[in-house]
């Protein structure tokens, strides 16, 4: 079955970067666009990052446009969010996400709070 396990959470100051690392498995990793999203608390789910199958197309929330980048290793079966520059509105809990057919998997997220 689908898996997809986050970790890199954690807790920094202003200014400080994580990266966060999702480990897919359960399906053909290299023929699926990967997603991160992320939802604070009392705040709707906000989709963060897309990345295509192949990695040459990404797509950023304005919110993180030029501070996280997205990346991928197909033959590690891994999807990456490089986090630069945090503040405090970038506290939520994270989750990588992948759409096959008509469903949509995610994992069960990691933390990731900024203290000013």
């Known amino acids: 079955q689908v898996q997809l396990v986050e970790s890199g959470g954690g807790s920094v100051h202003t200014g400080g970067s994580l990266r966060l690392s999702c480990a897919a498995s359960g399906f053909t990793f290299s023929a699926y666009a990967m997603y991160w999203y992320r939802q604070a608390p009392g705040k709707e789910r906000e989709r963060v990052a897309r990345l295509s199958h192949i990695g040459g197309s990404t797509e950023y929330a304005d919110s993180v446009k030029g501070r996280f980048t997205i990346s991928r290793d197909n033959a590690k079966r891994t999807v990456f969010l490089q986090m630069n520059s945090l503040n405090p509105e970038d506290t939520a809990v994270y989750y990588c996400?992948?759409?096959?057919?008509?469903?949509?998997?995610r994992g069960q997220g990691t933390q990731v709070t900024v203290s000013s």
């Open positions: 996400s992948v759409e096959i057919g008509f469903r949509v998997y």
